[in-house]
T-cell receptor, first 114, second 117 residues
């Protein structure tokens, strides 16, 4: 069973507009969430994270929102730029665990058109 | 500082062979995790090592094994290769395997692309 789901395999937006990438999770024990960006032929790059004690975290053009009751998080990119075109992975982890294991969604391919 | 280094970048092997992949974590990082990425399954956790001990293991068969050396470098071995083992294998390093605060998240290498023919 997939504990972290990214239901949109792809998303296309115009440069300058907002990109919203969504992620749902089923395991209520998850209490730390991360977004990674991945370009072809490269490893994932950490983008932004959020602890379950918060509902929003912002870093420049990137904002992550967490809705614990709905077990849903989203990544907002404003304004979107062509260089943001990549696959975005949502991941979940257990903050208090002594082992480090990320559970990933299958990713969403974002294409930002000039 | 140098990032996570994985070698080799690309590898082609024949069914039935075995393969060893290498990962050098960021200096000072003691936790190394391995992931398999395939188009159908996404990124899946293989195992995690800390101080030369495997602490956590994903749902992969025993053909997948690993180890970690005293300098935190890690190797992953796959024996009796199958066509379905073709994937991008990613290594991630972190300070001690826990997300303590922002800035202690895992950093990934570029991966090793394994093709089994």
């Amino acid at each position: 069973d997939q504990q972290v789901k990214q239901n949109s395999p792809s998303l296309s937006v115009q440069e300058g507009r907002i990109s919203i990438l969504n992620c749902d999770y089923t395991n209520s024990m998850f209490d730390y969430f991360l977004w990674y960006k991945k370009y072809p032929a490269e490893g994932p790059t950490f983008l932004i994270s959020i602890s379950s004690i918060k509902d929003k975290n912002e870093d420049g053009r990137f904002t992550v929102f967490l809705n614990k009751s709905a077990k849903h998080l989203s990544l907002h990119i404003v304004p979107s730029q062509p260089g943001d075109s990549a696959v975005y992975f949502c991941a979940a982890s257990l903050l208090r665990g002594s082992n480090y294991k990320l559970t990933f969604g299958k990713g969403t391919l974002l294409t930002v058109n000039p | 500082k140098a990032g996570v280094t994985q070698t080799p970048r690309y590898l082609i092997k024949t069914r039935g062979q075995q393969v060893t992949l290498s990962c050098s974590p960021i200096s000072g990082h003691r936790s190394v995790s391995w992931y398999q990425q395939t188009p159908g399954q996404g990124l899946q956790f293989l195992f995690e090592y800390f101080s030369e001990t495997q602490r956590n293991k994903g749902n992969f068969p025993g053909r997948f094994s690993g180890r970690q050396f005293s300098n935190s470098r890690s190797e992953m071995n796959v024996s009796t290769l199958e066509l379905g083992d073709s994937a991008l294998y990613l290594c991630a390093s972190s300070l001690d395997g826990r997300v303590l605060r922002v800035g202690t998240e895992a950093f990934f290498g570029q991966g090793t692309r394994l093709t089994v023919v």
